[in-house]
C-alpha cells in the first residue's frame, strides 16, 4: 500500500494472523468444552477463554479486519502468511460453533503453536481419527520443549494408541506423559486408568516418582 | 502532539469498520511512530542492546494495532514498548531476533555477538562503538580510569573482533581498532600480561 513500507505491513499481517490464530484456538476449545458426546476432554486452561460470546464476537470482527487487509494487501504479505490467512478466511456455514473448523484454521495461521496442533488432534481423536490425529500430535511434540506441553501431547499419543486398539502402547506413553510432568493430577490419573484397563498395573510399579507418592 | 492527542487518534482507529482498518494504517503510523521510536531508542540505551531499528519499530506498532486502548500515560507505554522489545529480542523465533535488518543496521549475526556479551563488557563497547563516545568519555561514563577503560574496550573487542568484521560494521558504528592506534603501547603490555 502507498505510503506504508513492507517491513510494516509484514509485521501487521503476522500480528494480526497469529491474534487472529489464538481467539481461533481460544473459540474452538470452548465450542469443544460445549458438546456432550462423552469424550473426556481436559484442555489447558491457558486457552479456554472466560466468556464464549465476548470470545466470538472479538474473534468475528478480527476476521473481518483480516479479510479486509487480505483484500487489500494480499500482494504485499508474505506468501506463507497469505496463504494460511485466504485457507482461514474461506469460513463454511457453522464456522463459528465448529470446534474441529476453529481448530483446523488456527493450525492455519499458528502451524508451530503446540496447543493449536494438541486441540486440533484432540478433535480428529474426537472424531474417531487417529492417523491425523497423530500426525498433528508428532507436530505438537517437535514444537515445544515446554514438558506440559510435551506431556499434554503424549497423553493424547496414547490416546490414539488406544483408539488403534494397541493398549500397552497407550499405557507407554501415558507413562512417559507422566514423567514429562508427575505433577499433573490429569497425567497420573490416565496413566492409571489406561494401566487398569489394560491390565498392566504392575507396570507402574518399577515409576519411582509415583511409588514416592 | 501530546499523548493525549495520540490516544484519540488511537481510538479514532478502533472506531473505523475492521474491513477498512488497514487503509488507516498509515496515518495511526504517523502518529505513533514517534513515541514508539522514542521507546526503542530508549530500551536500547537502558540496556545496552543493539537490534534493527525499522524493524523493532514495526514490530511494535503491529503490536499496538492489536491492543484495545492505549496507555493513560506515555510512561506506561514506554515500559509496555521496552518489554515487548526485550521479548522478542530474546525468542530466536521472532523477527527482531533473526531478520537481518536494513541497510547499515547490524547484522543478525553481529547483534547476537554484541548482545551476548556480559554487561560490564557491553556498556563501555555500546557507548563507543555505537554512542560513538570518545575512550574519555567513556571512561567518565562508567568511572574507570582512562587506561582501565581503553583497556576493557580493547580487550571485549578482542573477543568481539572476529564476528564484528565478518559480518561489517553497521553505518556510523566506531571502529575500536583507532584505539590500539592512540596508544599502542598500551595494549601491547596488556597483551603481554603486564596488565592485571
Not at chain 2, 62 to 68: F, H, P
Request: include cysteine.
Amino acid at each position: 500500500m502507498k505510503g506504508t513500507s513492507k517491513i510494516l505491513l509484514e509485521a501487521y499481517g503476522e500480528e494480526l494472523a497469529w491474534h487472529l490464530g489464538e481467539l481461533l484456538l481460544h473459540l474452538s476449545v470452548a465450542r469443544g468444552l460445549r458438546l456432550r458426546d462423552g469424550f473426556r476432554y481436559s484442555p489447558d486452561p491457558r486457552v479456554i477463554p472466560f466468556s464464549c460470546e465476548t470470545t466470538t464476537g472479538k474473534a468475528q470482527a478480527l476476521w473481518r479486519e483480516a479479510r479486509g487487509a487480505w483484500q487489500a494487501l494480499s500482494a504485499d504479505l508474505p506468501p506463507s502468511f497469505s496463504d494460511a490467512l485466504n485457507a482461514s478466511l474461506h469460513r463454511p456455514e457453522g464456522f463459528w460453533s465448529d470446534p474441529f473448523r476453529l481448530a483446523t484454521a488456527s493450525v492455519l495461521l499458528l502451524p508451530s503453536n503446540p496447543l493449536a496442533r494438541i486441540t486440533l488432534a484432540a478433535n480428529h481423536l474426537r472424531k474417531g481419527e487417529p492417523n491425523p490425529a497423530e500426525e498433528h500430535l508428532r507436530e505438537a511434540l517437535d514444537s515445544s520443549f515446554d514438558p506440559r506441553h510435551r506431556s499434554r501431547a503424549l497423553r493424547n499419543l496414547a490416546a490414539v494408541q488406544e483408539m488403534k486398539g494397541d493398549g500397552e502402547a497407550a499405557v507407554g506413553m501415558a507413562t512417559e506423559a507422566f514423567l514429562c510432568a508427575p505433577e499433573d493430577p490429569i497425567a497420573l490419573h490416565d496413566l492409571t486408568s489406561y494401566a487398569r484397563t489394560h491390565g498392566l498395573s504392575h507396570q507402574l510399579e518399577v515409576l519411582p516418582s509415583l511409588n514416592r507418592n | 502532539m501530546d499523548w493525549a492527542q495520540t490516544r484519540a487518534a488511537f481510538r479514532e482507529f478502533l472506531s473505523v469498520e475492521p474491513e477498512q482498518r488497514c487503509f488507516h494504517l498509515g496515518r495511526l503510523f504517523e502518529q505513533l511512530a514517534p513515541w514508539i521510536e522514542r521507546g526503542v531508542q530508549t530500551t536500547s540505551l537502558r540496556h545496552f542492546l543493539v537490534f534493527p531499528n525499522e524493524t523493532a519499530l514495526a514490530r511494535v506498532f503491529a503490536k499496538v494495532t492489536r491492543r484495545e486502548s492505549l496507555q493513560r500515560t506515555y510512561s506506561s507505554f514506554l515500559a509496555w514498548t521496552e518489554s515487548r522489545v526485550l521479548r522478542d529480542l530474546t525468542d530466536a523465533s521472532k523477527p527482531l531476533a533473526i531478520s537481518s535488518g536494513g541497510s547499515g543496521e547490524p547484522s543478525a549475526s553481529l547483534r547476537v555477538a554484541f548482545n551476548q556479551l556480559p554487561l560490564e563488557q557491553r556498556t563501555p563497547l555500546f557507548l563507543y562503538m555505537v554512542e560513538r563516545f570518545s575512550a574519555v568519555e567513556v571512561a567518565q561514563q562508567t568511572g574507570l580510569t582512562l587506561a582501565e577503560a581503553k583497556d576493557l574496550l580493547l580487550d571485549t573487542w578482542d573477543s568481539f573482533e572476529t564476528e564484528a568484521l565478518a559480518s561489517g560494521l553497521p553505518e556510523g558504528w566506531q571502529n575500536p581498532e583507532e584505539l590500539k592506534n592512540e596508544h599502542p603501547a598500551l595494549h601491547s603490555s596488556a597483551k603481554a600480561g603486564v596488565r592485571k
